[in-house]
Every structure is written in C-alpha cells, then in structure tokens.
C-alpha cells in the first residue's frame, strides 16, 4: 500500500507530492475522468475572460463575429488538451516526458526549454495582474493601493502559488475545487450586479469587420487560452487509471477549460460594446476597469473572484513548470524545481510592480510568440499520439539508447521550420524588438506587416498544421517499428 492510499485525501492534501517526472505506479492512479473538470474550470474562470470581450472588439468586428470566433477558439483550443491529456492517461507521466517519444530523450530539452519559459512567464503574468488587481481595488475603497498594499498583496498571491507548486497534485486537485466553487457563484454575482450596463441596442449597432479580422480574433482565443495550456494538459490525467475512458479524458478536459471562458465572453463582449469608454480602459487596465462598473459594496468579492481566478491559473503553471525544468535535465526533487520557479515568478513580479515602466507589455509579447513554437510542438505530439495503436513503452521514455531514442534530428528540424514559417506570418506591436516579425507576409502577396492579413495570426495556425501533417505522414513508419520492438 503506497503512502497516498494509505492516508485520506484531506490529509494526502497536505503532504509533499514525492512523485517528479517518474512513471506514477499501477496503486498510485486514482480517480475518474470527471476529476479533470475542476482543475481546468478553476484555472480558466477568470474576470480576464470578460476582459477577452474588449480584446476581440477591439478587432474592429461585430458582436457576433466576435461571439462566433470566441466560442470556436475557445472550444477548439480546449479541444486540443483534451487529446494531449488522453497521452497522460496512456502514459502515466507528465506531458514533456512524454513528448520524448517524438523527439529522443535527449532531444526533448528542447521543447522541454520551451515549455518551462512559456509557463514560468505566464504564472509570472498572472501573479502580476493579482497584485495589480488587489492594489486597484484597495485603492477605490479608501483602504491603501500605494506599495504596501502591493507587497502585502504579492506575498499573499506568490504564497498560495508556491505553496500548491511544492505540495503538488493532491494540494492543486483539493485548491482548485475550492477555487471552482467560490469563483463560479462571485462571477456570477458580479455578471447580475452590472448587468444594468448592457445596451443590447448599441451593441447591435457596431459594424461588421472583414474576414481576416474575425481570423485575428480567432487565433487570439486559440493562443490565449488552450494552446497556452497544451504543453501541461497531460500533467493532471497522468494519475487516472489506465481503463479510463479516452472519450472522457477529452470530453471533461476540454469542458472544463472551455465552459467558463465562454459564458464570460458572452459577458464581455456585450458589457464592452455597451461602452466604448468602458472597452478601451479593458484594453489598458482589465481588473481596474472592470471594478469601476461596481458600487464599492461589492469590491470585496470582486477582488476575491479575480485573484482566486488568476491563483487558480498560476498554480496550475507552477506545477507544470517545474516539471518542465525536470525534463529539461535539472536532477532535483519536483518541489525544489517548483521553488526555483516560484523565485523567479517572485523576482519578475517585483521588478514589474515596482521597477518597470513600460515592461509588461513587452513581456506580453515575448511570450505570445512563444506560441507560434509551442504550436509546432502541439502539431508534433497530436500526430505522434494519433499514429500509436498501444501504450508507451513507459520505461524506455527514460533510456536513451531505447526504442524512442536519444537526440531525433527529423522532429527538431519540423519544429525549426514550422517556427520559422510561423514567425513569418504573424506581426507583433506589443514590443519593438519584435518588429522582425511578418517577414514572409510580402514576399507571398499578403500584403506586408501593414496589409490586411498583417494581424490574422495566420503564423500561429500554419505552424500547427505544417507539423502536425509532417509528422503523421513520415513518421509513421518509425512508429510502427518502435511498437513491433520487442520489450
């Protein structure tokens, strides 16, 4: 009897996940699909989900063009971890061991590298914008919002984030079900409290925007909300029993992240095409213009709603961050990686809420083209998982000399050129230093980095689809002899 069912789950909550990047034995899984809702909602319900509303308009597009790629971005992106997290479930260990059955143990640092910067900068960004949060609405209700607040707000927020990362998945599983529950009812409290603000009339009234607009919004919720997440969506099904359901391994992943974005950018987009005003300051400030729509009476549960929201998110990062920089090829305990990537959250934070001036915004655009990468890497495993008719040969995702090898020079060079194609594709204005990117945009006749396919995120989708058909059809053969090997 392992240490885990020996104990009861509150107290399993409480103790150090000792497991890191191993395979998590037969009397170790636990659980049943459904389980993976609460941590996908609890991360995903977000005040930030409204703010989405003014980020879609600000396309220049309609409410129901915008409504339209919302929900298809959303879903669709959701849809993408719920095929990754089935990897988990066949597997049994985290999402970028894994993803060594594409790219050799060795070989795998690579996007393992990826993944660890993509994750640390978004729990980063996410304890950021809750220590903003906090200090705007404190402010509002006379109550501080100076440094002080700041600094007590942070060390709440980083707390409770690092706190989950080093505990691990019984803590995370127990957080986000809390999380879930308190933030679903303080959300929908909050839709009811400003309703009043919608004018359906000058919502109906803002003009329709071309198609290459409405695609630009549609790779705003792709990138922006699952494929931000695929990279770590098998870290939470690796613990189910193998005789799970594939289809509810989808289905409750998927859901789960998907359900909440959505019903808030309905929200969203109707609140911010109510005001014009109301949709510009989003753009600038979402939690401080979001708040302004409130009486102070119910700044309290605002404030509550949108930091357990981000913590959710963060906690979810921290987890997977850390076993990111493990696969990388860092030899220490999972919680000591954890650590590590909460100081440099910590560090980040700091030099962002009280040192920058015009940081955050930059930053913001280092790690959205990190997507067009991480999108490539999502084309590469999706192939890969869909060409295997049996499980992984669990043990020798450790061994370089085994069936998956050690340094894959094919995948590696899909995963450059898919990159490359998709930088040349996309156009980034969050960062001058980004300014290098559309290069490919003119020498194809779409226009340049000023036509009209400039802001679709074309980059984003071609790297993703390039990869993904590369690998399903040249790798197949290689697949097909790794399973014949004999154990």
Known sequence: ???????????????????GINVIPDLERKGAPRQLFWPWFGSNVSVLGLAYGAFALGFGISFWQALIAGVLGIAASFLLCGFVAVAGK??????????????????????????????????????????????????????????????????????????????????????????????????????VAVS???????????????????????????????????????????????????????????????????????????LAGSSPKLSEGIAANPIGALSVELPKGLLVPFVIVAVLGLIGGAALDIYSSGLSLLTAGLRIPRYQAALI???????????????????????????????????????????????????????????????????????LAVLAVATALGWGLVTNTNADWLDWQGYLLDPIGLGGKTGSWAYAGLGVLAALALAFL????????????QESRPA
Not at 1 to 19: C, F, G, Q
Not at 117 to 137: C, D, P, S
Not at 387 to 406: M, N, S, V
Not at 470 to 481: D, G, I, K, L, W
Request: glycine share 10%; proline share 4%; charged share 15%.
């Open 196 to 270: 009043d603000k919608i004018h359906w009339q000058t919502v109906s009234a803002i003009h329709s925007g071309s198609t290459q607009h409405v695609l630009g919004a549609f790779v705003l919720f792709v990138t922006g909300f699952g494929l931000g997440w695929v990279n770590a969506a098998a870290d939470y099904s690796r613990y189910l029993p193998r005789r799970s359901s594939s289809g509810q391994v989808v289905f409750w992943t998927a859901f789960g992240g998907a359900v909440a974005p959505i019903v808030l950018l309905v929200f969203g987009l109707l």
């Open 90 to 191: 066949r597997g049994s260990a985290p999402t970028l061991v894994l993803s060594r059955s594409s790219f050799g143990v060795r070989g795998n640092r690579v996007p393992a590298v990826l993944s660890w910067v993509l994750t640390v900068g978004w729990e980063t960004v996410l304890v950021i914008l809750a220590t903003l949060a906090t200090a705007t609405v404190f402010d509002r209700l006379g109550w501080g919002g100076g440094d002080g607040t700041k600094v007590g707000a942070m060390i709440v927020v980083a707390l409770l984030t690092v706190a989950a990362g080093v505990f691990g998945f019984d803590l995370i599983m127990r957080l986000q079900t809390w999380i879930t529950v308190i933030t679903g009812i303080l959300t929908i409290a909050y839709i």
């Open 470 to 481: 590369v690998t399903f059809v040249v790798e197949r053969q290689r697949v097909r002899a």
């Open 1 to 19: 009897m392992t240490s885990t069912e020996a104990i009861a789950p509150e107290t399993a909550a409480l103790r150090v996940e000792t497991n």
């Open 341 to 411: 990537d909460g100081v440099i959250m910590i560090a980040g934070t700091i030099y962002v809420v009280f040192f920058a001036d015009n940081f955050f915004q930059p930053f913001q655009g280092f790690l959205f083209t990190l997507g067009v990468p991480i999108a490539a890497w999502c084309g590469i495993f999706l192939a890969d998982l869909a060409l295997r008719r049996t499980d992984y040969a669990e043990p020798e995702l450790f061994e370089p000399h085994g069936r998956y090898g050690d340094v894959r020079i094919l995948p």
